[in-house]
């Protein structure tokens, strides 16, 4: 039995499976999501591609490690799925990070601003997670910078061999390079933010905070 959990091109999780299944193998590509906090309390979401049958076999260990387990189809389905993941959290970072720094320069009291947004429309796993993260300067890793940067441009390889067009996908790559520039490559990806605000001049580890005197 295989199982691989990384993430990596779907191409390779079927070829891994071909090459597997002579020799009487059994290979599973399986990614997750869920960062630092999901994988301590054993809430990754896992994403699974290969064969049911195998899939079903191995529950005792999805349901050790996950809550949300879901058999994606074949063999790179897995893969393809966390693709997906990922363009949803690329573009979706730049918003919680551009929202913030549009709060902190109107002059809102930040939490206070996450207490009424939060909850509606707008929210999402990355704003309720790392909305307080960013706003307390606290950009240790849930999910490394430098990583983020390689699922990308995993995602674009495979958006152009499906001849697709994603531009979101495409600024948050280079903004993201714009951070590991910037020493920020072993960081989470989160600290999108320290890049954000200097590009608008902002020091954002040392800004004011609300209520500050001077």
């Known amino acids: 039995m295989l199982v691989d959990m990384t993430t990596s091109e779907p191409s390779l999780a079927v070829e891994i499976y071909n090459a597997a299944k ?103 796993w990355s704003l309720t997670n790392l909305g307080p993260r960013i706003m307390d300067n606290n950009f240790d890793p849930g999910f490394f910078v430098e990583h983020f940067i390689k699922d990308m441009g995993i995602a674009l390889d495979e958006a152009k061999r499906m001849g697709l067009c994603l531009p979101g996908l495409a600024l948050s790559h280079q903004l993201y390079l714009a951070v590991k520039g910037r020493g920020h490559g072993r960081d989470g990806t989160h600290s999108l933010e320290l890049a954000l605000a200097d590009m608008s001049g902002i020091d954002w580890r040392n800004r004011k905070q609300h209520g500050d005197k001077g």
């Open 22 to 124: 002579p020799k009487g193998i059994r290979s599973i590509d399986a990614p997750v999501s869920g960062g630092d906090v999901g994988a301590r309390e054993a809430r990754l979401s896992i994403m699974i591609g290969g064969d049911k049958d195998v899939s079903e076999a191995l529950s005792p260990c999805w349901n050790a490690m996950g809550k949300t387990i879901v058999h994606q189809g074949g063999p790179g389905a897995g893969q393809h799925t966390k693709m997906v993941n990922q363009v949803l959290i690329a573009t979706n970072m730049i918003g919680v990070c551009e929202a913030l720094l549009y709060g902190y320069k109107a002059g809102l009291d930040l939490p206070t601003v996450l207490k009424s947004v939060g909850s509606g429309a707008a929210g999402s």
